[in-house]
């Protein structure tokens, strides 16, 4: 495949700067000295166009990638390299924290719709090919003589600049249909549209029922990424458009209030990650959760059984919870009370319950109370200071320690002589333990 005329080396060098530039023209002359074409692929090439900064370079190489990775870490001071057999692929990664996976060209042959591909190696063209639009089916040379040269086969370039999102082949969404989902979020986050025969490739698909052949793992995963995708909010316009509000739930009445209770789903993790950096939420289940907390639960259990969901029991619980939650928060007295309310929840729970109950006030600065100090509180005594009072091990002590918690939580209790006297107060201790 001959490369076009236009070559983006001034354009790398405005967007990428000299480091990154210099570290893949060193991987291109390793590889011409081995005689093994290498290109760069998918997103980081169509980053370009968009001006969008890549963080994730993929290199295509036309020859065996473990010859090439070794040979990059003899000759490139500071760099290493992971080598996964099983696939084929590898990560080179050097000192300066520059990072590329390599994978070897392939061709890819489907043997029934919606099913893995049957793989065997292939040069640039043939890799190209099986991409899943023209926008991701550009590379640009790495080899010293053409570097930077764009290939762009099939148009990706002016795909971009029209905004048009464009299947490479009739049957690419029946042989993935994997690409629908990808698509979606394409169109979303680039704000293009669905080229005329790429959607009629859609809506023929969709008349084959070609979701009910995509195995219930593969479609959970393209799912993930969609409920976790920042413009999630915008792309329920294209589930409506597209038909594919069946994949996650019946099409909501109201489009726009469950774009904007998602959207304050969205600033529920944002204020989380402001208070703890550290700490991790589930956003696929805030984002499910905030999706389903209005259908009854023959519309739910349908995905539940299906997908692969993990901590489906928590999901489930917290969907339970929250209808009834304003109500048990505002009867609530005392903290504690309140603290063990949250405390029944996960986390993705408490910031869905935080979105849907925006003008609850008390709901939100409870909520908020258990996150910042009441989930963290540590405890004045243990199991083992108890029994060294004269407590016996058993579920009893259990117990004892969770009054112990709501009595610190209530502030009746703030040190261990406050908790002994109480511990005394109750009965639970002689006046004099020992």
């Known amino acids: 495949m001959e490369a076009h005329s236009i070559n983006l080396l001034p354009l790398l060098k405005k967007q990428w700067g000299t480091d990154r530039l210099q570290y893949l023209q060193q991987i291109g002359n390793i590889a011409q000295q081995l005689g093994t074409p290498v290109y760069l692929v998918g997103g980081a090439v169509r980053d370009l166009f968009l001006e969008r900064y890549a963080p994730d370079l993929d290199v295509a190489v036309e020859g065996d990638v473990r010859s090439l990775v070794e040979a990059c870490k003899a000759q490139i001071p500071g760099t290493d390299y992971q080598y996964h057999a099983r696939f084929g692929t590898a990560t080179l990664q050097d000192s300066r924290g520059f990072s590329l996976d390599l994978a070897q060209c392939r061709v890819e042959h489907y043997p029934a719709p919606a099913a893995l591909p049957e793989v065997r190696p ?87 029922d070609i979701f009910a052949r995509l195995s219930a793992a593969r479609l959970w995963r393209e799912i993930c990424y969609l409920l976790e995708l920042v413009a999630l909010p915008q792309a329920l316009s294209l589930l409506s458009e597209w038909h594919l509000w069946f994949l996650l739930r019946p099409a909501p009445m109201d489009i726009l209030a469950m774009q904007a209770l998602l959207g304050r789903g969205q600033e529920q993790i944002q204020w989380l990650q402001q208070q703890f950096p550290e700490v991790s939420i589930a956003v696929s289940t805030l984002m499910l959760i905030l999706l389903w907390q209005d259908l009854s639960w023959t519309d739910i259990q349908r995905p539940l ?18 209808p009834d939650l304003p109500r048990r928060i505002a009867q609530a007295i ?45 405890p ?17 002590l259990g117990n004892i320690l969770k009054r112990l918690r709501d009595a610190q939580l209530d502030r009746d209790i703030a040190d261990k002589e406050t908790a002994q006297q109480w511990l005394i107060k109750q009965g639970i201790l002689p006046t004099n333990p020992r």
Do not use: V
């Open 122 to 208: 292939g040069n640039i063209g043939e890799d190209l090919i099986r991409r899943d639009f023209t926008i991701n089916a550009m590379a640009l040379s790495l080899d010293p003589e053409n570097f930077a040269s764009l290939l762009d086969p099939y148009g990706g370039r002016i795909d971009l600049q029209r905004g048009q999102l464009r299947t490479l082949h009739s049957r690419s969404f029946l042989d993935d249909p994997t690409r629908i989902l990808r698509g979606l979020r394409f169109a979303t986050r680039f704000q293009m549209n669905l080229a005329p025969e790429s959607r009629q490739q859609l809506q023929e698909a969709l008349r084959d």
């Open 305 to 322: 059984d299906q997908w692969p969901i993990p901590d489906r029991n928590r999901l489930e619980a917290d969907l339970r919870i929250l």
């Open 334 to 378: 005392r903290p504690s009370q309140r603290a063990n309310i949250w405390q029944a929840c996960s986390l993705a729970g408490i910031l869905a319950a935080m979105a849907m109950y925006p003008d609850d006030r008390a709901l939100k600065d409870s909520a908020r109370l258990y996150l910042q100090e009441q989930k963290s509180l540590q």
């Open 380 to 396: 004045i005594f243990n199991g083992q200071e108890l029994q060294a009072l004269g407590l016996s091990a058993g579920p009893s």
